[in-house]
């Protein structure tokens, strides 16, 4: 069944339903287009370049090249790439496929459409996406800041010619400077600035940004592959370990940093979807966004070791290969200074490399930023969907990421476990997408939000689909993440119960602590929702007595009724059934 929580405002959303012995087709009302303060996609293109532009960041040049690394073997890191690229097509695609269509469909942000699709007491499961990506958030403003710095510094500086030089310079700058918090304040208030503005705003910036991205990330990698030692380094990458393949810690950092990647289960995409009009396809998109960014995530990690094992056979010719691979592992906690270390080096060596090197940290921070600004977009439309005006919406979200960022910006060490807790929570939020799965209905999920949904343009999906997400996407999940806990508990030379920088009791205090907050969170709505609902309807009614610069006044009452208020009149009412026709 499905509460409406938008009554007699009305974009047609077709569903299959069955009428006795006839097939009918019938139309509900979905939020308006005009009402859900998300705005709309211009083109199919500047959709793709948007979602393009989001999705590749720092996730590709910074995370992938240092947990690629992390999982090599003495052999190898093909076994790392094979599991990468399975979680592609059994995890990411998949996962991303719904989030675009339930985002079309409900024209909400993660907490409002489950609660749109399962009713108020499932609110809290779309809460846990949205807590995932802000916690995810608050530190990834300190990665877009170092990018800025390393772009500054390739403009105005000598380029580092070895690795003591380039080590000393990230050091320096990331552990004992106060550089990373301006930085991350002035990343984080360029980004709140877009999303201010909305996704108007967003698509023609990054119409102009990812193509130039794009050509600069295709020039370095080309650039790499000539390097001397290039071919070793490329063998490195693409021969096995196998008996890495038995350890679950890189079938977990496979699925997170592919989820990473491609911001899979992250909410971003499902608040694009929102975006979305009826002629632009869930399906296509959801295929070729993914392929396209882990194309870049490849470019990337194979840049990066090209230009390790170059510099490697220049300044130590007949070395000992496991100093190679201690290169390639430690730089900075849980190697984070990867990326941040080598490529300098790699440009010094280049004709014009300071020139080149400038240019492409330049790519770096556009890309981090077009995918900050998508992650605070995420947020930021929770509370748009709870009637806050946009321009408030990103102040607030904006200041509380930056003094939640803070400590990551001081501690690398805090920033490397954050990253490890909520990058691995991301599964549990792919699973979150699989319980709404399960809820709504496969069959309905499939016919009414994807194959019978929009203007036909989209590629249809089989019955098989349905068992892929029903059945093999909580297997894999689940039995990833019980084979990592009981792998952990039972081999690791630190007790697990122990708290560190990456130890398990670390990520599952986190995790029971959010989940905790948000349960109790919907249970008190639910259980004094009237009276949350008059406080909330009068909080937000003050917005008229903000200055004008800081927030659009309403015109003719237009937010006289928040989602909050509105779910809650749509309680009081039956749920409309619906029934689907099967094939």
């Known amino acids: 069944s499905i509460k409406m929580a938008d009554e007699g405002k009305s974009e047609r959303t077709k569903l299959v339903t069955k009428d006795g012995s006839t097939l009918a087709a019938t139309f509900i009302t979905a939020p308006q287009q005009n009402a859900d303060g998300a705005g709309r996609f211009s083109s199919k293109a500047g959709l ?6 989001s999705a590749i960041g720092t996730g590709n040049l910074w995370r992938f090249p240092r947990i690629l690394a992390n999982n090599s073997g003495e052999k190898g890191c093909l076994q790392f790439l094979l ?24 024209r909400r942000a993660a907490p409002m459409a489950f609660n749109h699709l399962l009713g108020v007491k499932s609110t809290w499961v779309g809460g846990w ?15 877009v800041g170092w990018s800025i710095y390393y772009m500054y510094y390739c403009i105005f500086h000598p380029l580092p010619t070895t690795y003591e030089e380039s080590s000393k310079i990230w050091k320096s700058f990331a552990e004992e400077s106060s550089w990373p918090v301006l930085l991350h304040f002035i990343g984080t208030a360029g980004s709140a600035l877009v999303v201010w503005k909305g996704v108007e705003s967003v698509e023609p910036a990054m119409k102009v940004m990812i193509p130039g991205l794009l050509i600069l ?9 000539t390097q001397e ?31 990473w990647d491609t911001g899979a289960a992250c909410g971003i995409f499902l608040v694009y979807g929102a975006s979305m009009t009826d002629q632009m396809g869930p399906v296509k998109t959801g295929m070729l966004i993914p392929f396209l960014n882990n194309c870049v995530s490849l470019m990337s990690g194979m840049m990066v070791f090209c230009t390790v094992f170059s510099t490697w056979v220049k300044f130590s010719p007949g070395g000992d290969r496991k100093d190679l691979l201690k290169l390639l592992k430690y730089n900075g906690p849980a190697n984070t200074g990867l990326t941040f270390v080598w490529l300098p080096i790699l440009f010094s060596t280049m004709t014009g490399g300071r020139v080149m090197a400038s240019l492409y940290f330049l790519t770096v921070v556009i890309a981090g930023f077009s995918s900050y600004v998508a992650c605070l977009n995420g947020t930021t439309q929770v509370l748009v969907d709870w009637g806050v005006r946009r321009e408030a919406a990103a102040v607030v979200v904006g200041v509380i990421v930056f003094l939640l960022g803070v400590p990551s910006a001081v501690n690398i060490h805090l920033l490397a476990n954050q990253d490890f807790v909520w990058g691995s929570a991301l599964i549990l939020s ?4 699989v319980y709404l799965f399960w809820r709504y209905g496969s069959l309905n999920f499939r016919l009414n939000l994807l ?7 989209d590629w249809k999906l089989p019955k098989i689909w349905e068992w892929l997400v029903k059945y093999v996407l909580p297997v894999e999940g689940l039995a990833l993440l019980v084979w990592w806990i009981v792998s952990t508990v039972r081999k690791e030379k630190v007790p697990w119960y122990h708290l560190g920088g990456q130890s398990l009791m670390t990520a599952l205090l986190q995790w029971f602590a959010a989940a905790v907050v948000l349960l109790g969170l919907n249970l008190l709505f639910v259980r004094c929702r009237p009276r949350i609902t008059r406080c909330w309807t009068s909080l937000v009614t003050k917005q008229d007595d903000m200055p004008t610069c800081c927030c659009r006044r309403k015109k003719n009452g237009e937010d006289a009724e928040n989602l909050i208020s509105m779910t809650d009149k749509a309680g009081d ?8 026709l099967r094939n």
């Not at 399975?86 to 998949?94: E, P």
């Not at 996406?129 to 990665?143: H, K, R």
């Open 48 to 53: 793709i370049i948007t979602c393009v532009g």
């Open 83 to 106: 599991a990468w690229i399975i979680f592609l097509g059994l995890w990411s695609i998949q996962i991303l496929i719904m989030e675009y269509a339930i985002g079309r469909f409900t």
């Open 129 to 143: 996406i949205t807590l995932v990506n802000f916690a995810m958030t608050c530190y990834y403003g300190v990665i």
């Open 217 to 225: 990330i295709i020039a370095a990698f080309i650039f790499a592959l």
């Open 229 to 259: 030692n290039a071919g070793s380094a490329l063998a490195y990458i693409f021969t096995p370990d196998w008996q890495l393949m038995g350890t679950p810690r890189l079938w977990i950092d496979a699925l997170s940093q592919n989820a």
């Open 430 to 433: 792919g699973l979150a997408f």
């Open 451 to 457: 194959n019978e949904a929009g203007g036909g343009n």
């Open 573 to 580: 009412q039956p749920s409309t059934e619906y029934n689907t």
